[in-house]
């Protein structure tokens, strides 16, 4: 067993021995609201929302882009678990920034192994076992992040799926100080009634 397998699986114990009423929480979101954010393990969405179990959903993928995947489950969200808000929260020194689509392509191409940077360049330390699959992938990278978040409310407020009663809400979460900032343009492009 790995020393990881072993941590997780011993944090689950504790954690599942104080479960208690948890174990009674409804499907639905209490606070009827949706977190679309980064996977950046910098983040804790429950804490720079005051989040319980059982309070949001929260959605997370490489820069917490509005996916397709993402907007299936803010859909699913409103439809199907009663969400009436929704939150885009991108954040400072986010790896979205640090690359390209042909960067990444280029680095997969060479090998599967972990890239390293150096002196503000990708390098693939791998020696083989590239594979040109990247090619066919958007990776969706930014280069300006109030503008990335303004581009993803807008593609959800846009979306023919997206409830016209919604209101959409753009953020970036700073790392360095905890807060989050309002992307005024993307707040309102996300307002209801904004087209």
Not at 91 to 119: P, Y
Request: proline fraction near 5%.
């Amino acid at each position: 067993m790995s020393k990881i397998l072993d941590e997780v699986l011993k944090a689950n114990q504790a954690y599942a021995a104080s479960f208690g009423e948890k174990g009674k929480l409804p499907m639905p979101p209490g606070r009827r609201f949706a977190i679309l954010t980064c996977m950046d393990a910098r983040l804790d969405p429950a804490k720079f929302a005051g989040l319980s179990e059982g309070d949001a959903h929260v959605i997370r993928n490489a820069g917490g882009r509005a996916t397709e995947d993402a907007i299936r489950s803010l859909v699913i969200s409103y439809k199907l678990l009663g969400t009436k808000e929704w939150f885009v929260i991108h954040h400072v020194d986010c790896g979205m920034l640090a690359f390209t689509n042909e960067v990444m392509r280029d680095l997969l191409s060479k090998s599967r192994e972990t890239a390293t940077i150096e002196n503000g360049k990708w390098k693939d330390v791998g020696t083989s076992g590239g594979s040109n699959e990247g090619d066919y992938i958007e990776w969706l990278p930014f280069s300006d992040l109030a503008k990335s978040v303004t581009i993803d409310v807008t593609r959800l407020r846009a979306h023919p799926l997206t409830p016209k009663t919604v209101p959409i809400y753009g953020y970036i979460f700073d790392v360095k100080s905890g807060k989050l900032v309002e992307v005024p343009e993307a707040t309102k492009a996300g307002a209801v009634g904004a087209k």
